[in-house]
């Protein structure tokens, strides 16, 4: 049993279909439509298209962050899933979706963006964001169907926790 696993229960994780309720990102479903909308332009145009995921790392933000018996686990983590949201909506263009999906992290998608300049927004945000939040990405290949290239994105962003 991962050590984790008492205070992953407890994050709060709920969306009414449009949005997260506690850091005002997408939702899954929501995300999920504009994925499939846009990776079909993608495929039409011969445009690239990738993720980038963040998460928080448990084990680290809990090395970086000691605090009193009094601040609950809970409470501190769910304050930075706010704070990270807001890092990313600026870092980000207002045209790239953020979605939060999963309790510890989230998932940006960059529409015409090719491996030079995602590499190069995954390192400007790796710079800006603390040392405990991990960052992935991974493009969309040609003829790669969305469950695969998913399976891809949960593999780098759920390795992270």
Known sequence: MNMYESVIDSIFLSNN???DLLTGAISPDRFDQIVKRDLAIAQRNSLAISIISAAINLPRFFSENQTEDSIEPKSLIESELVNLHFKLKSTF?????????SKLGFWILLNGSDKISTDQLAKRLVKELPKYISVGISLWQQGESI???YKRVDQIHFNNY
């Open 17 to 19: 279909g449009e949005i």
């Open 93 to 101: 263009r207002q045209s790239d979706c953020i979605c939060r999906v």
């Open 147 to 149: 469950l695969d290239w």
